[in-house]
């Protein structure tokens, strides 16, 4: 397709409650979208960079201004544009992967519109609902947690991830056992821990854990290597995965038994599924992360977690875990799991009152500025 123009639109999406992470705390959602117009149609990319740069390096308006300045230049540049052909032609700009997945998105869900096919079967899926699990910040206290754990647990969630950091980790599992028995329970450190932390890390051991999730930091894939060797709990990998290269490197080395699959992370949809296959053929497990997304990029990522090596539940909650109100017909988490969408390409449409609500700046650009 020859893209025409591009607009560019932030939007704030109040969160129910507070997100707390080891990086720090969110209380409001802000999330920059991408609507990509052709002369036959249209379609919708969502960007997972924060506002600030604490989960990565990339940030909301480091991420406009790249897309602004260097990538859709380069594709109003390129004439007719297929979603595979975005990797390729935006590769000579170096990083920047959660700006370039937003555009691929975009490009894939306007080309999938088109054809009127679905993300789902575009990507390789092969169920029609996937297993719903739910992240769970950290707390001010352990009888806070474990009122919201029960709730989650309540609603139907079918697996639990417990945020941890220095200072909030073995106590918080422990209590979150204790009540809850033999639930799948899993926890994600967001890279809070050191190699020489390694003595607390193993006190998770005690608790038949899923998974213990980027406890080191992103660069750190040799030292997630020797901490696998000393932990009986797998090792995931979700910020040092920021590619397929990157995964083939970790699994030769051995630093993780699992990956977390955001394909915001690691340059888009089509690099997620590279990810997938190369994990299969490895026998490493792959499961769905999410980035708080609003209910395009968390149709898009059911799509994704409908592929076959996404064996374990992914971070694929319903819309009403973190917003009242989403910009799209909501994600329903039902009987702890969510539907894949089977709509042409991502499934979701922003609802126009809803956006108009949410936004806060717009602009376009166009292939004749
Ligand atoms: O979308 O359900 C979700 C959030 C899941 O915990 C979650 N994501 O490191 O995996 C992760 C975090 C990053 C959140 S940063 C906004
Ligand atoms: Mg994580």
Redesign the pocket.
Known sequence: MQIEAVELRTVSLQLKSPFR?SFGT?HVKDALLIRVAADDCEGWGECVA?AEPL?SSEYLAGAMDVMRSFLLPILFASGDVAAADVGRLLAPVKGHRMAKAAVEMAVLDAELRRSGTSLARRLGGVVDRVPSGV?VGIMDSVPELLDAVGDYLDQGYVRI?L?IQPGWDVDAVRAVRERFGDIPLQV?A?AAYRLSDARQLCRLDAFELLLV??PLAEEDLRQHAELAKLMTTPVCL?ESIVSASAAADAISLGACRVI?IKAGRVGGYLEAVRIHDLAVASGVAVWC?????TGLGRAANIALASLPGFTLPG?V?GSD?FFAEDLTEPVVMRGGYVDVPTGPGIGATPLDAAMKRMTTAKSTVSRHD
Do not use: H, L, P
């Open positions: 992470t969110e924060s989960y992240s991830k945020k994600d967001n999730e980027q979700d977390n992360g999410g980035m708080v997304e971070d909650s875990r």
